[in-house]
């Protein structure tokens, strides 16, 4: 059974730094795309990172292009999520998927059926 554990999230200020980490288990993941999704308060579920768990291709959200990089550590079975210039409207609880999906749909939550249980970010102003 496929496990997601995401840890790392928290309360920083504007401007600030966070790594998420999301540790896989349960299966290989060498045919799977990892995504990194947030939902804030009220709204939907939102796309914000992807990477194939082989091979080099990775996707962003516009809003964070530039400021978030995705990268996993096979050995460790690990996905990261290294956020620089956050900002007040990154705050949300984010979330690490795991499916077989087509790239080209890898940032659709509904293509995902593994899911861990959250972190919670809080960038102040």
């Known amino acids: 059974q496929v496990q997601l554990v995401e840890s790392g999230g928290g309360l920083v200020q504007a401007g600030g730094s966070l790594r998420l980490s999301c540790a896989a288990s349960?299966?290989?993941?060498?045919?799977?795309?990892m995504g990194w999704f947030r939902q804030a308060p009220g709204k939907e579920r939102e796309f914000v990172a992807a990477?194939?768990?082989?091979?080099?291709?990775?996707h962003y959200a516009v809003s964070v292009k530039g400021r978030f990089t995705i990268s996993r550590d096979n050995a460790k079975n690990t996905v990261y999520l290294q956020m620089n210039s956050l900002k007040p409207e990154d705050t949300a609880l984010y979330y690490c998927?795991?499916?077989?999906?087509?790239?080209?749909?890898?940032?659709?939550?509904?293509?995902?059926?593994?899911w861990g249980q959250g972190t919670q970010v809080t960038v102040s102003s």
């Open positions: 990477i194939m768990w082989s091979g080099d291709n990775t």
């Open positions: 349960g299966r290989t993941f060498s045919s799977y795309v």
């Open positions: 998927a795991a499916d077989r999906v087509p790239w080209g749909n890898a940032a659709i939550p509904d293509e995902y059926d593994y």
